[in-house]
């Protein structure tokens, strides 16, 4: 029956049980660890992977899905005459949401794709909301308007102990990268617009703890937040830390704690976290 279907990528911090409650599929990004090629979700877990990146010679290279699978898949569901509305994670640090738009180009089957300026928990939360309006037979541009609004009530901000990988993956100028080599300097990075901003940084974990007080406060001062989450890379003090803050400030709110997606992994390095929540997007 022809309907709307929801795409996104692997980067999507979704659960096994969203992925089947919600009728979502997934195009896999490939990793790979010391000259093997790994899929996410197919040949290698989240944890799997940052097994393997501890005892890497080298950093981990991850490549978006090919042209090809993005064509596939596309084909595929829509040749019942469904449409697709394909969420991507943010182009600053892939070009997945480019090959997704190509494909888009090539295929017959309707594809709308959606850049969604988040990755991991964040864009999942704009993939679950779109997934749940597709289900209730909502028409397009419904469902783009409530991603965006998603989107724009949504907030990630992550720690980085060591900014050792996202220099050498290119995400942060080689300046910060000598203080931090030099210092021990921690940073506290905010995902808003699309872009990776340093919104912290300085010696020690208490430059990460202080900022994240700010962040606590600012919840604490938030109606209405929908769902929160954490994802991390090894980083179990800082998650205990963060999660009884979050536990004290809203008891009754769960909160989805998981090992990171291997892109976030291989650019955060080792004890990196980040905190993710958003608040309902009808007010």
Do not use: W
């Amino acid at each position: 029956m022809a309907k709307i279907k929801i795409v996104t990528d692997s980067s999507a911090g979704l659960t096994e049980q969203q992925i089947q409650d919600y009728d979502i599929t997934i195009i896999p990004l490939t990793v790979m660890i010391d000259d093997t090629i790994y899929v996410e979700r197919e040949s290698i877990t989240n944890k799997e992977f940052i097994e393997k990146m501890k005892t890497s010679k080298t950093l981990p290279k991850t490549s978006q899905p090919p042209l090809g699978k993005f064509v596939e898949t596309f084909d595929k569901l829509g040749a019942d005459g469904s449409s697709v509305i394909c969420f991507t994670m943010l182009a600053a640090i892939s070009g997945t949401v480019h090959t997704a738009e190509q494909a888009a180009q090539l295929t017959k089957t309707d594809v709308t794709v959606v850049d969604s300026q988040y990755t991991d928990q964040a864009l999942g939360f704009q993939v679950v909301e779109a997934a749940k309006l597709a289900a209730a037979d909502a028409d397009k541009q419904t469902i783009l308007d409530r991603a965006v609004a998603v989107r724009d009530h949504t907030h990630l901000f992550m720690g980085i102990v060591t900014l050792e990988n996202i220099l050498k993956g290119g995400r942060l100028s080689r300046a910060a990268g000598m203080l931090t080599s030099l210092l021990n300097i921690k940073v506290v990075l905010q995902v808003t617009g699309g872009e990776l901003k340093i919104r912290a940084k300085g010696r020690g974990m208490k430059t990460i703890d202080r900022y994240f007080d700010k962040v606590y406060d600012q919840m604490k001062q938030t109606p209405d937040i929908m769902a929160m989450g954490i994802s991390h890379v090894e980083a179990f003090e800082s998650v205990d830390k963060v999660t009884s803050h979050l536990h004290e400030l809203f008891p009754k709110q769960d909160v989805l704690v998981r090992e990171t997606v291997p892109i976030i992994a291989t650019h955060g390095g080792m004890g990196a976290f980040a905190l993710m929540y958003y608040t309902d997007p009808t007010k």
